[in-house]
Structures are given as C-alpha cells and as structure tokens.
C-alpha cells in the first residue's frame, strides 16, 4: 500500500455488527469521497472475519478496510485473510508481524508513545505509527517529536475529535484514528441514518472547511 495514498481520517468501529458497519459504510460511500476514509474494525467486534470479509467484497476497492486491536501474529494472518488492507494495534507490534503484512502488502499501524517507540516502530518497518492515547499527551507532541526525529508518518489515535482533530493535523500528524468523536454510539447501534449523516456533516465543517 502506498502511504501517500493513505485516507488522513480512520473511522473506528469497536464492538458492532456485521450490518451495524455495513450502515456506517453506506453513509460514508453516499455522503463523502472514499479518499478521505478509512475503516478500522476492531477485533473484540462479534464476528469480526465475517464482517471483515463482507465489507472488503462490498467496499474493498472504494475505502480502506483495516483491522483494529491486532496484537500478535496469529491475529494479523486471521485479519489479512479476512481482507484487511491495513493492520493497527493499541501495542508495538513484534517484527515477525510487521514483516508478514510487509510481504502481504498489507499497512501496519503499531503503537507507541514515547520517542524511543516511535522510532524503534519506525526503524523494524511500521508504515505509520500510532500515537495512543495521543489526547493524554497532546497535538504539540507531535511537532516536538519530529523535530529531532525528523518527519514522520504520525497517526493520533485516543481522544481525537471533530473539535481537536485539526490541532494535531496542524502540529504535525499525518493522520487521525477516531472513533466515538465522529459518530454518536446509539445511531450506530440503532442503525440511524440521518443521525449518522448528521454527524459525518458536523465532522466534515468542522474539520475540513476550516
């Protein structure tokens, strides 16, 4: 996968349903451009490889379709059969796993959140590094860490919302991860289309049109 092709904002989807995603992403596909997107489906979701099969067979070739809360390699080669095009995790992730989806071309996004992680991550072949719980830490974080590093492709996952969200693009993170702070519980678990639309709405003026 080619990073620079990478969507800036990953939509987080922890705990729902095959369909409850599948409401999520007719949303997205009917109100965005795919670009702007990806989709990270937690592990600890019911029936995670189903889900994942039946949205990247729907979805694969207009969004990214990740796994989320991979932490070791059993967990990768599940989610990459699955049709995961990208992996992240809330840990650092061993090398025997970074290297797997590297030869299955398939995006790895571990965790860190010291400068010694971030670069060690960096250095064993990560594509992105997740910075978690980046609202405990702060955007200026991320301008202050590259500053000796050098620029990196920087991830803040953990707090991130519409409010916050352009504070850590404007200090120096490549990406976002948010989950809560983009879509109201209760519409996703209700299947709520207009809520959602409302609240793909508020995100998109309030972090895009800025």
């Given at each position: 996968?080619?990073?620079s092709e990478?969507?800036?904002?990953?939509?987080?989807?922890?705990?729902y349903t095959?369909?409850?995603?599948?409401?999520?992403?007719?949303?997205l596909?009917?109100?965005?451009?795919?670009?702007?997107?990806?989709?990270?489906?937690?592990?600890?979701?019911?029936?995670?490889?189903e889900?994942?099969?039946?949205?990247?067979?729907?979805?694969?070739?207009?969004?990214?379709?990740?796994?989320?809360?991979?932490?070791?390699?059993?967990?990768?080669k599940?989610?990459?059969?699955?049709?995961?095009?990208?992996?992240?995790?809330?840990?650092?992730?061993?090398?025997?796993?970074?290297?797997?989806?590297k030869?299955?071309?398939?995006?790895t996004?571990?965790?860190?959140?010291?400068?010694?992680?971030?670069?060690?991550?960096?250095?064993?072949?990560?594509?992105?590094i997740?910075?978690?719980?980046?609202?405990?830490?702060?955007?200026?974080?991320f301008?202050?860490?590259?500053?000796?590093?050098?620029?990196l492709?920087?991830?803040?996952?953990?707090?991130?919302?519409?409010?916050?969200?352009?504070?850590?693009?404007?200090?120096?993170?490549?990406?976002?991860?948010?989950g809560?702070?983009?879509?109201?519980?209760?519409d996703?678990?209700?299947?709520?289309k207009?809520?959602l639309?409302?609240?793909?709405?508020?995100?998109?003026?309030t972090v895009f049109?800025r």
């Amino acid at each position: 996968m080619n990073i620079s092709e990478f969507p800036k904002v990953t939509v987080i989807l922890r705990g729902y349903t095959t369909d409850q995603v599948n409401t999520v992403l007719e949303v997205l596909d009917e109100e965005t451009e795919s670009h702007k997107y990806a989709l990270e489906i937690t592990l600890n979701s019911p029936d995670v490889f189903e889900t994942l099969k039946d949205i990247s067979r729907k979805y694969g070739n207009e969004f990214h379709i990740g796994a989320g809360t991979v932490m070791n390699l059993e967990d990768a080669k599940n989610a990459v059969n699955a049709g995961a095009q990208f992996i992240l995790s809330p840990v650092q992730l061993e090398k025997e796993v970074l290297d797997f989806c590297k030869s299955n071309q398939v995006a790895t996004v571990p965790a860190a959140m010291s400068p010694s992680e971030v670069y060690k991550m960096k250095k064993e072949g990560a594509d992105i590094i997740k910075v978690f719980p980046a609202a405990a830490i702060g955007p200026t974080f991320f301008k202050d860490i590259q500053s000796p590093l050098g620029q990196l492709p920087l991830m803040a996952v953990g707090g991130v919302s519409a409010e916050n969200a352009q504070d850590f693009f404007d200090n120096g993170a490549s990406f976002v991860g948010i989950g809560s702070g983009l879509f109201n519980k209760e519409d996703i678990l209700n299947q709520n289309k207009e809520g959602l639309k409302n609240s793909l709405k508020y995100f998109e003026d309030t972090v895009f049109q800025r």
